[in-house]
């Protein structure tokens, strides 16, 4: 009984423990409420993600009514796997994110905090499971809403503005998610993704499929923060809490990125969308400019948190160049990075949350020394820099290693240069940091800084290691990634 | 044949109307205006998608063979519904903003936060 209805109850649990959380009140109920929905939620992921590669789709009607009537959820490799790095990444920023809450939220408005992010943690897990894009559309606002909600609680009144910013600017990406599904529907008739894919090869050259293909693209692009519609992420990474800083920049971007690939690829017939509109050309431009551009910015920036931040705007332009590379080690990177990155901007915007708990501050400046008082945060730190510049035995060597590969097979050798520059103007932007930390003198201080607590350390170590594991046990995310890029680049031929 | 399609002309004039206030104006009210012109324009071009020629509300009657199709309606249920939760969401925000900043004009804010 329980088994049959995982898909559902992978989606439903934290909806329902997000206003139980409300009722509680209690900060520590609240708390081990939501830690305990998250664990819960990944031994679902995990059971179908399993079942998902063994067995093969797992196809779910909502209610028992049968698509495409019915709502369905539609569990594969690909996003199988998103769900798995969802759940992992909500399992371990709940228990990492109780000492930082109560220190940049406050006890009193802690509770609001586990609800909102709860509710989040709903509408990605939503937009992941979904086989129906008019659903995936409510999902994405669901997510969207309580990210405007967890931005503004940052300490700093610029993290109003930057949830202002960033609501109107997801507002209007939404909404052209939402005129291109009813283009969509208006050629169909129907909202299940897979019908659409039957239903559009037939009609595939009609304007009203191509407006309605672009409308989703640029929507998606929007929320996926793609250079140069990214200008809503710096802001809201650099003043959102620690804790929520964390949770959207391993998840939010990543599940947009998914949805896009559920559109290319599933939806749309792959050989038409890339070949006579081009979209790959476009894809692969906007993303190395993205990643040339976002890594230089990246370098001047006297606010760590706001550097990192542009470097996330930089990794999702290798995201999508593996999308634009369209051949299989190239998707396989793409897909791989997907995860890969999550691992290191975690233990990244961790280790910066343990600084700020301790030091009040991330600037570069005040970092000064900082390696040295708190080695163990300063070292996940490193771990994670390692992983996001690529060096082998980490995670970020593989999926860039497959995007290169990707780069290669097509003999873009352009590409491929960039993709080695982007490498380099990480180093860059990850040793100031270093540089900083280790080889300059700290400041004099009353008070000597103290190493992190343990409650934040073991998380962020949790996922430093984990960034050093998938660098050197490849079977679980390259095996997953290219079987999930197998299955979108064989649903199109 | 261009008459006839009227109210999709209604829809892009709303749409773009809406989308110029929310880019032109600095004013934050007025841009929570613009983008709710601007979905609201959404809502109408899949309200007039649902609706069929000569046909009638879609409840069973003697007398009637053609229905209009109700499914976009209930769909812009939905939307209607994400788009008060974001009106009230960004109403609340620029009452923070302007508890904050003792402005509600992009400009001045702007001018007290050099970075943004």
Same mark, same amino acid.
């Given at each position: 009984?329980?088994?049959?209805?995982?898909?559902?109850?992978?989606?439903?649990?934290? =909806?329902?423990?997000?206003?139980?959380?409300?009722?509680? @009140?209690?900060? !520590?109920?609240?708390?081990? %409420?939501?830690?305990?929905?998250? !664990?819960?939620?990944?031994?679902?992921?995990?059971?179908?993600?399993?079942?998902?590669?063994?067995?093969?789709?797992?196809?779910?009607?909502?209610?028992?009514?049968?698509?495409?009537?019915?709502?369905?959820?539609?569990?594969?490799?690909? $996003?199988?796997?998103?769900? %798995?790095?969802?759940?992992?990444?909500?399992?371990?920023?709940?228990?990492?994110?109780?000492?930082?809450?109560?220190?940049?939220?406050? @006890?009193?408005?802690?509770?609001?905090?586990?609800?909102?992010?709860?509710?989040?943690?709903?509408?990605?897990?939503?937009?992941?499971?979904?086989?129906?894009?008019?659903?995936?559309?409510?999902?994405?606002?669901?997510?969207?809403?309580?990210?405007?909600?967890?931005?503004?609680?940052?300490?700093?009144?610029?993290?109003?503005?930057?949830?202002?910013?960033?609501?109107?600017?997801?507002?209007?990406?939404?909404?052209?998610?939402?005129?291109?599904?009813?283009?969509?529907?208006?050629?169909?008739?129907?909202? $299940?993704? =897979?019908?659409?894919?039957?239903?559009?090869?037939?009609?595939?050259?009609?304007?009203?499929?191509?407006?309605?293909?672009?409308?989703?693209?640029?929507?998606?692009?929007?929320?996926?923060?793609?250079?140069?519609?990214?200008?809503? =992420?710096?802001?809201?990474?650099?003043?959102?809490?620690?804790?929520?800083?964390?949770?959207?920049?391993?998840?939010?971007?990543?599940?947009?990125?998914?949805?896009?690939?559920?559109?290319?690829?599933?939806?749309?017939?792959?050989?038409?969308?890339?070949?006579?509109? +081009?979209?790959? @050309?476009?894809?692969?431009?906007?993303?190395?400019?993205?990643?040339?551009?976002?890594?230089?910015?990246?370098?001047?920036?006297?606010?760590?948190? @706001?550097?990192?931040?542009?470097?996330?705007?930089?990794?999702?332009?290798?995201?999508?160049? +593996?999308?634009?590379?369209? $051949?299989?080690?190239?998707?396989?990177? &793409?897909?791989?990075?997907?995860?890969?990155?999550?691992?290191?901007?975690?233990?990244?915007?961790?280790?910066?949350?343990?600084?700020?708990?301790?030091?009040?501050?991330?600037?570069?400046?005040?970092?000064?020394?900082?390696? !040295?008082?708190?080695?163990?945060?300063? &070292?996940?730190?490193?771990?994670?820099?390692?992983?996001?510049?690529?060096?082998?035995?980490?995670?970020?060597?593989?999926?860039?290693?497959?995007?290169?590969?990707?780069?290669?097979?097509?003999?873009? !050798?352009?590409?491929?240069?960039?993709?080695? &520059?982007?490498?380099?103007?990480?180093?860059?932007?990850?040793?100031?940091?270093?540089?900083?930390?280790?080889?300059?003198?700290?400041?004099?201080?009353?008070?000597?800084?103290?190493?992190?607590?343990? +409650?934040?350390?073991?998380?962020?170590?949790?996922?430093? %290691?984990?960034?050093?594991?998938? &660098?050197?046990?490849?079977?679980?995310?390259?095996?997953?990634?290219?079987?999930?890029?197998?299955?979108? %680049?064989?649903?199109?031929? | 044949?261009?008459?006839?399609?009227?109210?999709?002309? *209604?829809?892009?004039?709303?749409?773009?109307?809406?989308?110029?206030? *929310?880019?032109?104006?600095?004013?934050?009210?007025?841009?929570?205006?613009?983008?709710?012109?601007?979905?609201?324009?959404?809502?109408?071009?899949?309200?007039?998608?649902?609706?069929?020629?000569?046909?009638?509300?879609?409840?069973?009657?003697?007398?009637?063979?053609?229905?209009?199709?109700?499914?976009?309606?209930?769909?812009?249920?939905?939307?209607? *519904?994400?788009? *008060?939760?974001?009106?009230?969401?960004?109403?609340?925000?620029?009452?923070?903003?302007?508890?904050?900043?003792?402005?509600?004009?992009?400009?001045?804010?702007?001018?007290?936060?050099?970075?943004?």
């Amino acid at each position: 009984m329980i088994a049959a209805n995982l898909p559902a109850l992978q989606v439903v649990l934290p =909806l329902i423990a997000a206003p139980l959380c409300l009722l509680l @009140r209690r900060e !520590w109920a609240a708390w081990t %409420l939501a830690t305990a929905v998250s !664990w819960m939620c990944l031994a679902i992921a995990v059971l179908l993600l399993d079942q998902a590669l063994h067995v093969g789709p797992i196809r779910y009607f909502m209610g028992g009514w049968a698509p495409p009537w019915g709502i369905e959820y539609r569990i594969d490799a690909l $996003n199988g796997f998103v769900l %798995l790095l969802l759940c992992a990444i909500a399992a371990v920023t709940l228990p990492y994110a109780r000492r930082s809450v109560l220190e940049e939220i406050g @006890r009193e408005r802690a509770y609001l905090f586990y609800t909102v992010l709860l509710l989040c943690f709903t509408g990605l897990l939503g937009i992941t499971a979904t086989g129906d894009a008019f659903n995936l559309f409510v999902f994405l606002e669901i997510s969207s809403l309580s990210s405007y909600i967890l931005i503004s609680m940052g300490r700093d009144r610029r993290a109003l503005t930057a949830s202002y910013q960033y609501l109107i600017m997801g507002t209007i990406g939404g909404t052209f998610v939402l005129i291109g599904v009813g283009y969509l529907y208006a050629a169909t008739g129907t909202l $299940n993704m =897979l019908d659409l894919a039957d239903r559009l090869a037939a009609i595939s050259d009609s304007r009203t499929v191509r407006t309605g293909y672009a409308f989703i693209l640029v929507g998606l692009s929007l929320k996926l923060a793609l250079f140069p519609l990214h200008l809503w =992420l710096p802001n809201a990474y650099t003043y959102a809490p620690s804790a929520v800083t964390v949770f959207l920049a391993a998840t939010s971007t990543k599940v947009a990125v998914y949805a896009m690939l559920r559109f290319a690829f599933t939806v749309f017939d792959v050989s038409h969308a890339f070949g006579d509109i +081009g979209l790959s @050309r476009i894809l692969l431009l906007l993303a190395a400019a993205g990643i040339v551009f976002a890594s230089i910015t990246a370098i001047v920036q006297s606010d760590v948190k @706001r550097s990192f931040a542009y470097s996330s705007v930089a990794q999702v332009g290798y995201m999508i160049l +593996g999308i634009g590379l369209l $051949n299989l080690p190239g998707l396989t990177g &793409g897909i791989a990075h997907l995860f890969n990155h999550a691992l290191a901007k975690g233990a990244i915007f961790m280790a910066l949350g343990c600084i700020a708990l301790r030091l009040r501050s991330v600037q570069l400046q005040d970092m000064a020394g900082i390696g !040295w008082q708190m080695p163990w945060t300063m &070292g996940a730190l490193v771990i994670g820099g390692l992983s996001l510049i690529g060096v082998p035995l980490t995670a970020g060597f593989i999926s860039k290693w497959y995007l290169l590969l990707g780069a290669l097979e097509q003999e873009q !050798w352009l590409l491929a240069l960039l993709i080695l &520059g982007g490498s380099l103007l990480a180093v860059i932007y990850v040793w100031r940091v270093i540089e900083a930390a280790y080889l300059q003198p700290a400041p004099a201080r009353q008070a000597p800084v103290q190493e992190a607590p343990l +409650g934040m350390l073991v998380p962020t170590w949790l996922l430093a %290691l984990a960034n050093l594991y998938f &660098g050197v046990h490849t079977e679980v995310t390259v095996g997953v990634a290219s079987q999930a890029a197998r299955l979108l %680049l064989g649903a199109a031929s | 044949m261009a008459l006839g399609l009227y109210s999709y002309w *209604v829809v892009i004039v709303l749409m773009m109307a809406g989308f110029y206030i *929310v880019i032109a104006s600095s004013n934050l009210i007025k841009k929570i205006a613009g983008l709710n012109i601007f979905q609201g324009s959404v809502f109408i071009f899949y309200i007039s998608l649902g609706k069929v020629e000569d046909g009638t509300a879609p409840i069973l009657a003697s007398g009637y063979e053609s229905y209009s199709n109700p499914l976009p309606h209930v769909l812009i249920l939905t939307a209607i *519904v994400v788009g *008060v939760a974001t009106t009230a969401l960004a109403v609340a925000l620029v009452a923070r903003i302007h508890d904050a900043y003792g402005t509600i004009e992009e400009d001045d804010i702007h001018g007290q936060d050099e970075s943004l």
